[in-house]
């Protein structure tokens, strides 16, 4: 897979995420089940495509709160469009 497939890949899984936070969120505020099938999906792309993100990648898999997700969408997604993702479904 070429490196700009998977950066759309990436870009559309994390939309994924952050348009639908009640799906993939619980009353805590960190990822449910379903919603870190998709991170893990997520993190195999961003590892084998920017692999200078290990530590960053390492905090979001132990505390996979929307705070630290969006520390990873800002570096494929304009900051701007997070937050209109996010506030599209709330």
Known sequence: MSK?????????????ILTNYIEFFDKNGTLNSEGRKL??????????????YRNTIYRVRRRPTLEN?????????????????IHSQL
């Open 4 to 16: 700009e497939n998977n950066i759309k890949d990436i870009k559309r899984l994390l939309s994924k």
């Open 39 to 52: 991170l893990e999906e997520t993190i195999r792309l961003i590892l084998n495509t920017n692999p200078e």
């Open 69 to 85: 997700i969006v520390k990873i969408a800002i570096k494929y997604i304009p900051e701007e469009d997070i937050y209109k993702l």
